[in-house]
């Protein structure tokens, strides 16, 4: 039974939030129940630092000796490092529709989309506490690839301009996998869709070898790719080589945007 | 403020998946401050209705009122209002109870320095202060379904909307969720719209009851005006329970087509994940 008690709190309602302030106040409360299940639970953590480590380890090591890739003149680890950041923050973000689709199943979903939260500001915010692993993910893959000796930038402003790059890398990829996951409804197909489009974003970019080297026709698809924005922007920041990073940033945040506002719009679809 | 406004009204309202209308020229009037049950077998389109005037599903302007408010064009002043725990068990067994409600005292709008205390007293009322700082996943079907209860009452809701709460539940875990709900309806006047399929439970804990049938109301009143009515009606000495009144309305039928496949595997799967 009950206890006797106080309860007066809870006669009076909250004042609501009004306008702009509502969109910040949603992406924190996202994040944080983010933060809060990486804290009670950190196996993801720790097994998703296997393959970035692999890929530079062995992949890197290797292709460091032979000396195929032309990088401009750079250790091919250190100019692969950014790519696998890009890389397995991308592979953590595609799958996060998996996630939406069993907060569905779960009711959990359901009852947020009960409350005072524009689809928009819950999709901004899902992205963005997609984008805390993603940035987690970051940080692992950085001190790993400083481990193997790869030397980048330890400067504050460039390391702050990484973060962004990987969050709005990952609300896109995110975003795309929710409105995936917004059309296909279910966990198998969107986990067949997410395996198959994982390798095609990650060959047709920047990530392991210069555009330069690639076929034409790859070239055109590695144009319209986000992830090969993503690269060059962790590139020119963390390595300091040239790179185009007004364009890189305007692409990422309209891809951002576009995503998010796909993914809003199919919302709905999972709440029926 | 609105006080003699009804908590939820709708009219005529309608609702299609596909070729399956489920629910078909609904009518219904919930008064403020009354606990109202929604009754129907698997398929009556209880659950339909409820998304209906939960804004999870769209409907055209006009026929779903929450104390006035209009749910196809004024949907965030409804939710303000509205506490809904669905069918699922839907807290988050990642998070720790307190977490759990925490979550909804943020996306409602909770001012930080007021936050803390509101969580404390929202599972103090369910009785599950001393849990609280345990993850859900290790809780039992019924202090989950308490902290859900919680996570709806963290926001002072007026209209608490509940899709067969105690589903799967064993009788002792049954009577504690009501007796949970009844105690906080007590303190606080808020409306309750509840649906169910037990019988038993509507004639104990529901003012007033609107029997569903191939999403129609069928009957509607108080326990006892629906017994009593038939009992009239039969004029035979017997005196009948809700489950034969309900049996005189749907008529001859009533297992057959009655829930879909989806329906019925999402009962099984919240009913399986009780425990």
Redesign the interface.
């Known amino acids: 039974?009950?206890?006797a008690?106080?309860?007066?709190?809870?006669?009076?309602?909250?004042?609501?939030?009004t306008g702009w302030r509502v969109l910040p106040?949603?992406v924190?409360?996202m994040c944080?129940?983010e933060l809060?299940?990486l804290r009670?639970?950190r196996t993801e953590l720790y097994t998703r630092a296997v393959q970035p480590a692999l890929w530079l380890l062995i992949f890197g090591e290797t292709f460091t000796r032979i000396k195929v890739i032309p990088t401009g003149g750079i250790p091919y680890l250190d100019y692969l490092a950014p790519g696998i950041i890009a890389q397995s923050t991308m592979f953590i973000a595609i799958f996060y529709g998996i996630q939406i689709i069993w907060e569905r199943?779960?009711?959990?979903l359901?009852?947020?989309?009960?409350?005072?939260?524009?689809r928009v500001a819950l999709v901004t915010g899902k992205a963005f506490a997609a984008g805390v692993k993603a940035m987690i993910q970051a940080v692992v893959v950085v001190l790993i690839a400083a481990l193997l000796g790869v030397s980048m930038t330890w400067n504050p402003l460039r390391l702050a301009g990484v973060i962004v790059v990987v969050l709005l890398g990952s609300a896109f990829f995110s975003c795309l996998s929710v409105t995936i996951a917004g059309i296909v409804l279910t966990r198998d197909r969107l986990m067949g869709i997410g395996q198959a489009i994982t390798m095609p974003l990650f060959f047709a970019s920047n990530a392991l070898y210069p555009t330069t080297a690639m076929p034409d026709w790859l070239r055109y698809i590695s144009v319209i790719n986000p992830l090969s924005y993503e690269v060059d922007a962790l590139r020119g920041l963390l390595l300091g080589i040239p790179s185009d990073l007004p364009l890189d940033f305007v692409v990422l945040f309209a891809a951002a945007a576009i995503g998010i506002t796909a993914a809003s719009g199919l919302l709905?679809r999972l709440?029926? | 403020m609105r006080d003699d406004t009804p908590a939820v009204s709708c009219t005529g309202l309608s609702y299609s998946f596909g070729q399956t209308k489920a629910v078909d020229g609904l009518d219904l009037t919930v008064v403020s401050g009354e606990v109202f049950g929604l009754l129907g077998p698997n398929g009556a389109g209880k659950t339909t209705a409820i998304r209906c005037v939960t804004t999870l599903l769209p409907v055209p302007s006009g026929m779903v009122k929450v104390f006035g408010y209009d749910a196809a064009t004024e949907q965030m002043a409804v939710r303000r209002l509205l506490g809904y725990v669905p069918q699922q068990l839907s807290a988050d067994g990642g998070l720790t109870g307190r977490e759990n409600v925490s979550l909804f005292a943020r996306v409602f709008d909770v001012s930080r320095r007021e936050r803390a205390a509101r969580v404390g007293q929202a599972l103090e009322v369910v009785g599950l202060a001393d849990a609280a700082d345990r993850l859900a996943a290790t809780y039992s079907g019924g202090m989950v379904r308490r902290l859900e209860l919680a996570q709806a009452l963290v926001s002072s809701p007026r209209l608490l909307m509940l899709d067969e709460p105690t589903i799967g539940l064993d009788p002792i875990a049954r009577t504690s969720v009501w007796e949970h709900i009844l105690a906080v309806r007590a303190a606080t006047g808020m409306t309750v719209l509840v649906t169910t399929h037990y019988m038993d439970e509507a004639d104990q804990y529901c003012d007033r009851i609107a029997l569903m049938h191939h999403g129609r109301v069928r009957a509607l009143g108080t326990p006892e005006q629906l017994t009593d009515d038939l009992r009239a009606r039969l004029g035979d000495g017997s005196s009948p329970t809700l489950e034969d009144v309900f049996r005189d309305v749907a008529g001859s039928g009533l297992n057959e087509g009655g829930g879909e496949f989806r329906d019925v595997r999402r009962t099984r799967n919240t009913a399986s994940r009780v425990g």
């Open positions: 039974m009950t206890g008690g106080d309860f007066d709190l809870l006669l009076v309602p909250p004042r609501p939030r106040a949603r924190t409360a944080v129940v809060q299940k009670h639970d199943d779960s009711g959990v359901t009852k947020l989309l009960v409350t005072p939260t524009p709905g709440a029926r």
